[in-house]
């Protein structure tokens, strides 16, 4: 890519009680309208997870970031949402939800590498 891209991100979050509104960094979205760019990247700390809650279904959590996964990455098991352009996957995954998994609202930013900026925000955000 040359240049300068503009792009958007949020962090994707698991709050093992919602209505206590606490969260845990699990991952990032990046996108680039420009670019036609889109990545997703997670990490579920399942010891510091317990930590949290151990009402938590790690199966499920695990299962439900590979689905996000397969609908960043336009993956056709990842349903209808999947088979959507790059903007609206993206507008789909980080829409306002009141699950336990949820998104940060989205940030914007500008890189000349957004392989690396998903690396890096990754690294600052959530490791």
């Known amino acids: 890519m040359q240049g300068k891209q503009l792009f958007e991100y949020a962090v994707i979050r698991v709050l093992p009680k919602v209505e206590r509104e606490e969260f845990i960094n699990v991952g990032i979205i990046l996108f680039s309208k420009r670019a036609k760019f889109i990545c997703m990247k997670y990490h579920l700390d399942v010891q510091r997870l317990s930590a949290f809650s151990t009402e938590l279904d790690m ?8 689905t996000f996964e397969k609908i960043c990455n336009g993956d056709k098991a990842g349903g209808a949402i999947a088979a959507l352009d790059i903007p609206e996957r993206f507008r789909w995954l980080t829409a306002v939800r009141s699950s336990c ?27």
């Open 59 to 66: 199966e499920l959590l695990e299962e439900t970031l590979r």
């Open 101 to 127: 998994i949820q998104t940060s609202r989205p940030h914007p930013g500008y890189s000349d590498n957004l392989e690396m900026e998903v690396e890096k925000l990754f690294v600052e955000l959530v490791s």
